[in-house]
């Protein structure tokens, strides 16, 4: 450890890069030749219900942000329920236990409607940069106060800003939980390998371009103006669609409700379920559904 402190990466043994990379891996691909049902594609559709937490993070006590974090709870979240209702979808919503604290009736609304709620952190922190024992604690925490509220212990995890720690895997292999959806090494579900060794861990893997945050954050007091407008952010979203659709994979999005949930926003996600209804074998399902299929028909 002390050599690594002071040598740069460039003058790094081999076996120390090696052993970094090696800590989590992905492994053996988890791909069914067809999903529920003879389907074709499988739809795997997260809100992150950060709300209130994307300011408390960092220690932040500005009204105007965490008025925008209760806007995900009064608007957001009842928009997308909603529509997910009425068109007969099943969802994820990982919500941080400070999160459900905060709207407990509306993690029991998300329950009643069918949907799965996920791990994602306590108060939305950053893994990397707590100290181990406190990463443990924290998840631990957040799983006993997820099923306190929810009445169902929740199975799955993505990490607050799919910010991953060299613990983080050994924390939820412990915890036995079935699937993490915060890496990025596939399109398909894979089988998450620590320090080269089989962990039983089914990853349901993510990607920035499958969220709207990156498209549509905005901060005043600094730089960050993207702003894509929804028609572009839309044609992004059907075209990684219809690719999973040919390849006969899994369409993974991840939402945002005080993001996706204003009113011309909502019609992406609005026009992307009415357009992959439109397709024959399309198993729109839950994230802790999909990854149990993966690994139970994986070929
Ligand atoms: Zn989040």
Redesign the pocket.
């Given at each position: 450890m002390k050599n690594e402190s002071t040598l740069q990466p460039w003058q790094w043994q081999d076996e120390q890069w090696r052993r970094l990379v090696g800590r989590v891996r992905a492994g053996r691909p988890l791909r069914p030749p067809s999903w529920q049902g003879g389907a074709r594609c499988a739809v795997a559709l997260s809100f992150?219900?950060?709300h209130d937490?994307?300011e408390l993070r960092d220690g932040g006590q500005s009204i105007g942000r965490m008025s925008q974090g209760q806007y995900g709870n009064r608007q957001g979240v009842p928009r997308i329920l909603a529509m997910l209702k009425s068109a007969n979808v099943k969802a994820t919503f990982?919500v941080?236990a400070v999160s459900a604290l905060l709207y407990p009736d509306e993690q029991r609304r998300v329950i009643a409607e069918c949907h799965e709620v996920g791990i994602?952190?306590w108060i939305?922190e950053r893994n990397s940069e707590l100290p181990a024992e406190a990463e443990r604690e924290l998840q631990m925490r957040s799983a006993d106060t997820l099923e306190k509220i929810c009445g169902v212990r929740p199975v799955g995890i993505?990490t607050?800003?799919?910010d991953f720690s060299p613990q983080t895997l050994a924390i939820t292999k412990e915890m036995g939980l079935e699937y993490d959806s915060s890496l990025m090494a596939d399109v398909d579900c894979y089988e998450l390998v620590m320090d080269g060794a089989d962990t039983g861990v089914v990853e349901l893997p993510v990607e920035w371009i499958r969220d709207d945050?990156v498209y549509f954050n905005m901060n005043r007091f600094a730089a960050l103006r993207p702003y894509t407008p929804p028609a572009d952010v839309y044609d992004i979203f059907k075209r990684e669609f219809d690719a999973a659709y040919r390849e006969r994979g899994i369409f993974q999005l991840t939402m945002?409700p005080h993001v996706i949930g204003y009113r011309s926003r909502i019609w992406i996600l609005e026009e992307l379920i009415r357009y992959m209804r439109g397709h024959e074998g399309v198993w729109f399902a839950t994230h802790a559904d999909i990854a149990r299929y993966a690994k139970a028909h994986a070929g």
């Open positions: 992150d219900s950060d937490t994307n990982f941080p994602h952190g939305h993505r607050p800003s799919w945050a945002h």
